[in-house]
């Protein structure tokens, strides 16, 4: 089953999905929000259309690994989108995502300004790609 990772900031939503075999994530999309509401619709319809069976929506812990403002943020995304789907909705540790897919555009030699389109859906590829091998490893 397909599964879809969210990165949840202030202005844009990063999504990745992973292929059925729930091996590699790809980048899908960056959302630019507009209202809770609308935005979560907007995922709840991706999740619907690509079938997908479980989200992960990224934690960004402070680095001592307690919460902030914006745990509670994507905690509280997760409750209005779970509203919508009935697929479960888990929570991935994202500390350093979005700064791993800031060094990784750079090397590929993505210019500043092009950057900050793709940042997001790279940071939630990376919290998916996390998962993914998480739940490999826990296989085995």
Do not use: C, W
Not at 71 to 94: C, T, W
Not at 112 to 132: F, H, M
């Amino acid at each position: 089953m397909k599964i879809v990772g969210l990165d949840i900031g202030t202005v844009r939503i990063g999504i990745a999905t992973s292929d059925i075999m729930e091996i590699i994530a790809s980048a899908y999309e960056v959302y630019k929000r507009k209202n809770t509401s609308e935005d979560v619709k907007h995922i709840a319809e991706i999740v619907t259309n690509l079938g997908a069976g479980e989200v992960v929506i990224g934690l960004p812990l402070k680095m001592d690994g307690s919460e902030g403002q914006s745990v509670e943020m994507a905690r509280e995304f997760g409750e209005s989108l779970s509203k919508l789907i009935s697929v479960p909705i888990l929570y991935q540790d994202e500390r350093l995502s979005t700064v791993t897919a800031e060094k990784i555009l750079i090397e590929s030699g993505v210019r500043r300004e092009k950057r900050k389109g793709k940042i997001d859906s790279i940071a939630a590829t990376i919290i998916l790609q996390t998962y993914l091998d998480k739940k490999s490893n826990m296989k085995r």
